[in-house]
């Protein structure tokens, strides 16, 4: 609902209460959820990898508009 109310392509989430994520530890786990609803859930992974993958996605995002 967000994303639509925003007007995004995309959100990236994180549930900062799971084990292995959050602001105190040096791997994350994230969900992409998208203005056509659907969800892809990432792996617990460390944040630099977290990192690079949401840039690969907003890179794939943008070559889809071209």
Known sequence: EKVVKKNLDMIVAN???AAGAGFNSDTNIVKFLYANGDVCELEQMPKVDVANRI???ALRIRKERV
Do not use: A, F, K, S
């Open 15 to 17: 549930d900062v209460t």
């Open 55 to 57: 840039l690969d996605e």
